[in-house]
């Protein structure tokens, strides 16, 4: 039986509830209907996938072809569908916290990396307001550095074995109810509300989700 991914609708709404200022729980209700949708396509192409399996034949170009095959089309919208779901979960998961100035390794980390808090948070709004879609603070074993990624769709994330800890979502549904387009108050809202012990969670695991 193919994965199933777990719908935690309900267990972020629970917890984001009146603690996320001025981005408001119907903001967080209306966005969480998206995720939803995210979750259940990955599900349901990951069965279309199961059932594929059984028939699959890579000779038929049916099956299998770089220009258009049912393979292709499944596999290239399961990065898409997928990226919602993790992005989401990720961007859901770091709310809800005191915000100020990070705590723990990741401020070491940030001060190594940009050279203190505030210049993270320079460069982390930079970002946020440059992005169509996404932005994330991902971890790079190689460099041993944090890095604010800037990503236009679910699916132009990830940079293999960069560790993502915190996910910024830009899309207007994240936050035009409450602020139109001044997408740079809802970034400045977003960082009072980080939970700096979740995104130091994100940091220390090792893979699981």
Known sequence: ???????????????LKGKTGKISDKTHEEHLKLYTGYVNKTNAILKELEELSKVLDPANPAH????????????????????????????????GGAGGPATGQVAELIDKSFGGFEAYKKDLKATGLAARGWVWTGYDPGTGLLFNYLGDAQN?????????????????????????????????????????AEVNRLLADKGSR
């Open 156 to 196: 132009t994330y990830p940079v293999w074995g960069v560790k993502p800890i915190l996910a910024l979502d830009t899309y207007e549904h994240a936050y035009y109810a409450d602020f139109y387009t001044n997408r740079g108050a809802y970034l400045d809202e977003f960082m009072q509300h980080v939970d700096w």
């Open 64 to 95: 299998a072809n770089q220009i258009f095959s049912t393979i292709r089309s499944l596999k290239v919208d399961f990065t898409f569908a997928i990226g919602g779901v993790i992005n989401h979960e990720i961007y859901f998961s770091i709310l």
């Open 1 to 15: 039986m193919a994965y199933q991914y777990a719908n935690r609708q309900e267990a972020f709404l629970a917890k």
